[in-house]
T-cell receptor, first 113, second 117 residues
């Protein structure tokens, strides 16, 4: 079955620390991958997406993600987090020919001021 | 960016009643919309795919007679929870697919919190 998995359920870190959230997928073939963020009390917002081309994708708010095909991974990174990055982060993906997104379990990130 | 709205944001109803939730794409046309359910502290679970002008496609285990979906226009999909029961209480989220120029990205609404008493 096609799936997306996120390694960390909860991450706590201090401001200015670096963040990396793991995401792995199990699709074969060409995939489209996404990271969404859900701030407290708000709806899901798209951070970044990968369809093809440069495997290092830059998104909004200083986030980036790297697609590593050999590792079936699409990890999210931010070099220096802020308190406002406290949120839940979801990795999601679908096969290029399909449209149904499969979500990872989410990672709750708490940034201490 | 693309904006998707949902209405209402919260609804409380009595057991046995029906509740309609609207999902609108405000600045783009969406031939495909999706309905998800999110349980507390859990990820999103896809319930169904809503296709404009045709029947919705339901995921395994989702009762199509209980969760009625209508996608009457390119900017509006509705989910009706019929004969709601307390176990239907949940956070319902819709998304609209924007696939112009190869973007093929889902944009999400703010969600509707349903509480069935």
């Amino acid at each position: 079955a096609q799936s997306v998995s996120q390694h960390n359920h909860h991450v706590i870190l201090s401001e200015a620390a670096s963040l990396e959230l793991g995401c792995n997928y199990s699709y074969g073939g060409t995939v489209n991958l996404f990271w969404y963020v859900q701030y407290p009390g708000q709806h899901l917002q798209l951070l970044l997406k990968y369809f093809s081309g440069d495997p290092l994708v830059k998104g909004i708010k200083g986030f980036e993600a790297e697609f590593i095909k050999s590792k079936f991974s699409f990890n999210l990174r931010k070099p220096s987090v802020q308190w406002s990055d406290t949120a839940e982060y979801f990795c999601a993906g679908h096969k290029a020919a399909g449209n149904k997104l499969t979500f990872g379990g989410g990672t709750r990130v708490l940034v201490k001021p | 960016g693309a904006v998707v709205s949902q209405h209402p944001s919260r609804v409380i109803c009595k057991s046995g009643t029906s509740v309609k939730i609207e999902c609108r794409s405000l600045d783009f046309q969406a031939t495909t919309m999706f309905w998800y359910r999110q349980f507390p502290k859990q990820s999103l679970m896809l319930m169904a795919t809503s296709n404009e002008g045709s029947k919705a496609t339901y995921e395994q285990g989702v009762e199509k007679d209980k969760f009625l979906i209508n996608h009457a226009s390119l900017t509006l999909s509705t989910l009706t929870v019929t004969s709601a029961h307390p176990e239907d209480s949940s956070f319902y989220i819709c998304s609209a697919r924007d696939w112009l120029a190869g973007t093929d990205t889902q944009y999400f609404g703010p969600g509707t919190r349903l509480t069935v008493l």
